[in-house]
């Protein structure tokens, strides 16, 4: 399954776009009822940087949101 971009609403503490707070999927907003897990992945040969969330969404659903760092955009997959 490819990784789908999507708007995130996240909360911007001392680092942008640090934790997901609600996002837009298919046309349908969805809040962050809670954060299950979060990680950081970098890949060795082109030096991505991601931080993924695990999220609980208001759809009773479990998302698994990414920031990539270098072009700013979340996905998710």
């Not at 009822?33 to 931080?51: I, M």
Request: charged share 40%.
């Amino acid at each position: 399954m490819a990784a789908e971009k999507i708007k995130v609403f996240a909360y911007s503490g001392y680092r942008e776009e640090e934790t997901p707070r609600a996002f837009i999927k298919e046309g349908n907003w969805v809040d962050v009822l809670k954060v299950l897990d979060r990680w950081v992945e970098e890949s060795a040969a082109g030096g991505e940087r991601r931080r993924c969330f695990r999220v609980k969404g208001s759809d009773w659903r479990s998302h698994m949101l990414c920031y990539r760092e270098q072009s700013g955009e979340w996905t998710e997959e």
